[in-house]
């Protein structure tokens, strides 16, 4: 791997232990004249290595960066002892009370200001813990945010499928065997980034590094991920979230529904929604182009809301 994807000089990392007595672990890099901290939060399956090169950028725009490993992801606990690639759930509200716990915690507390950086499942943990939260962070940018699935059946046949399946005590089962494999499709194919370079850096960590490997979604993953984003589409959810917020939308995205996350920004009091052109999912692993544009809107979001 080029050394931009690399761990950044300075960079720590350490373990943090929520309220409920799990391990997580979360790293950051520092900088004496920082300006603010931005704390980075991962989507589905994503981990702190993944992000270096994005580290490295924000920390040299005049940020400290602070990052932790979502449960079950990254070398954070993992559900099953016995099965440390197993996908699963209980609920996302725990996630953005374990966010409030790291940066009430963790994050220094002193004069700067703190600003979310979250990518899609993290875009979606952003939303529920400035609703529980609201005085957290100074202002959010939220990457391709899971506000919607892009479903491949109905909603309500989705949803007969997983009472179907929890009745059966299936939770665990999921799609693909549940087990990490390799996935790097065809570069005109793939739904996650269509730059050369930047869309196998997920896989070549994991490959360097086994503990990193997270399997196929389970159906108790989707439950809640369902439930969750139910509860968010409740008029009066988004209306009340009054912290200013950036949404990133990709224009190909094949994965979270850019329809919701128009409708998002038009219902957040604060909101501002921009489409990036040629853009596939992850849009922080993007071609230079539009990664640079992203993150060049996402910091002068965030000076403006000093």
């Not at 994503?46 to 990254?74: M, S």
């Not at 716990?101 to 002193?110: G, L």
């Not at 087990?179 to 790097?184: A, L, Q």
Request: hydrophobic share 40%.
């Amino acid at each position: 791997m080029e050394t931009r994807f690399l761990q950044p000089e300075g960079f720590q990392f350490k373990q943090f232990v929520t309220p409920d007595g799990v391990m997580h672990r979360y790293g950051f890099l520092t900088r004496e004249d920082a300006k603010g901290n931005i704390v980075l939060l991962h989507g589905f399956t994503e981990f702190i290595e993944k992000f270096f090169e994005t580290i490295r950028d924000l920390h040299a725009a005049g940020y400290n960066v602070y990052t932790f490993d979502w449960r079950g992801q990254g070398k954070s606990k993992r559900w099953f002892d016995d099965n440390l690639e197993q996908v699963y759930h209980d609920g996302f509200d725990k996630d953005a009370q374990n966010l409030h716990y790291f940066v009430s915690v963790i994050v220094p507390q002193n004069d700067l200001p703190t600003y979310a950086l979250a990518h899609s499942m993290g875009g979606h943990i952003a939303l529920k813990t400035l609703k529980l939260y609201p005085h957290l962070f100074k202002a959010a940018a939220l990457s391709a945010p899971m506000v919607q699935f892009r479903l491949p059946m109905p909603k309500f046949l989705a949803w007969g499928i997983l009472k179907i399946v929890r009745a059966l005590k299936w939770q665990k089962k999921g799609f693909g065997g549940g087990s990490w494999r390799y996935k790097k499709p065809p570069i005109h194919k793939d739904p996650r980034s269509r730059d050369p370079v930047r869309r196998a850096v997920h896989y070549e960590w994991c490959e360097k590094d086994a503990e990193l490997r997270v399997g196929d979604v389970s159906f108790e993953w989707i439950y809640h991920a369902l439930k969750s984003i139910v509860e968010t589409e409740k008029k009066g959810f988004l209306e009340s979230i009054e912290t200013p917020v950036f949404i990133g939308m990709a224009e190909g995205d094949q994965i979270v529904d850019n329809r919701a996350s128009r409708r998002a920004v038009m219902r957040l009091p604060n909101g501002v929604g921009h489409e990036f052109h040629d853009s596939q999912h992850e849009i922080m692993m993007e071609r230079d182009i539009i990664r640079d544009e992203f993150l060049g809107k996402t910091l002068e979001f965030f000076e403006k809301n000093r």
